[in-house]
């Protein structure tokens, strides 16, 4: 059955969220009005700082409703007077409550990004990198009461490469979401887009993340921190400790190497980087930040750092 969508509106934060929001303009669809979280204090000032998504909404002279809270009579009723026949969600960061998912007379669909029902939940990008994932990519899916549970729709698949961050990673996503979600809203309104229950039984999470997942343990193999070090990059970062103080860890590379040293051990201090021995094999990081510091490549770092080989990282 053909559906007339008209009418959207479009609940999204981050930057994430706005390759799709543009993908949605770019193709003339009718966006009455986007919701967003508040603006928030960032920097050393402090200074009240607004979503990327409102700054792309205002600049397309789109209605933005920031309410700090949603489930109110308030809120639902200016959603309400919009009228809209769909709600799109990326990234919004609060879950919709019952009256809104049955507001929109076609619903309320999202762009999650795994390729789910793998890594359901608040950071599937960064997961997806942190236990070693060749690939990923995104799920157009239809939202429902529960967690990420919803019909799927359309999916998109890409590769992860061995240098990816979450980052870097979550850019490529973000442009193949919003190239999914416009091909998804096409074949939407032809009619010819079939929901496809999600199996349960193959579901996996991508739990919020905490600081203290940073701390490196050096028992573990190069390859599982690679991977860790990428998946926390650029937050929460991964870190270690040096002269009692905290150095964080990125571009890291595996190296194949016949375990002996001991793990946490630097074997080699150069300008190509860090060499430290690890559970097996090792690791060369090729850029750090001590506490206190700007982030820089090793070359620069040791130009004003003593570290030498033979020191060990706790």
């Known amino acids: 059955m053909t559906k007339d969508i008209k009418r959207i509106i479009f609940m999204g934060t981050p930057q994430f969220a706005v390759p799709s929001l543009k993908a949605l ?6 966006i009455v009005g986007v919701v967003t979280r508040p603006d928030r204090p960032k920097g050393r000032g402090r200074k009240l700082t607004p ?9 397309a002279d789109i209605p ?7 489930k109110t009579d308030e809120f639902y009723k200016s959603l309400q007077e919009l009228q809209p026949d769909l709600i799109i969600v990326v990234a919004y960061g609060r879950i919709l409550p019952l009256n809104i998912l049955n507001l929109p ?42 967690l990420d549970t919803g019909d799927m729709l359309l999916r998109a698949e890409t590769a992860i490469s061995p240098d990816d961050t979450a980052g870097s990673l979550a850019e490529k996503l973000a442009d193949l979401g919003g190239k999914t979600l416009a091909q998804a809203l096409n074949l939407m309104r032809q009619g010819i887009l079939l929901p496809q229950k999600q199996d349960d039984s ?28 990428r998946g926390l990059d650029p937050w929460p ?11 964080r860890l990125m571009r890291p590379v595996v190296i194949n190497k016949t375990a002996g040293d001991k793990p946490g051990l630097v074997c080699r201090v150069d300008k190509n980087g860090l060499l430290i021995s690890c559970g097996r094999d ?15 490549d090793v070359a620069s770092f040791i130009c004003g750092h003593s570290l030498e080989p033979g020191y060990e990282f706790k």
Request: some cysteine.
């Open 25 to 30: 303009l770019d193709q003339g669809e009718n």
């Open 51 to 59: 979503p990327p998504i409102k700054l792309l909404a205002l600049e």
């Open 64 to 70: 933005v409703f920031q309410a700090a809270k949603i």
């Open 105 to 146: 007379k076609h619903g309320v669909i999202n762009v999650h990004g795994s390729l789910l029902p793998e890594y359901r939940g608040a950071a599937p990008v960064q997961w997806a990198i942190i236990r070693g994932e060749s690939k990923t990519g995104v799920t157009v899916m239809e939202v429902d009461k529960g």
């Open 202 to 229: 193959q579901a996996t999470y991508a739990p919020p993340l905490e600081k203290k997942m940073g701390i490196i343990d050096w028992t573990k193999s190069a390859r599982e921190i690679d991977c860790l070090i």
């Open 237 to 247: 970062m991964a870190w270690t400790t040096c002269n009692d103080k905290w150095l």
């Open 282 to 296: 090792s690791l060369l990081v090729r850029e750090v930040q001590l506490q206190g510091s700007k982030r820089m």
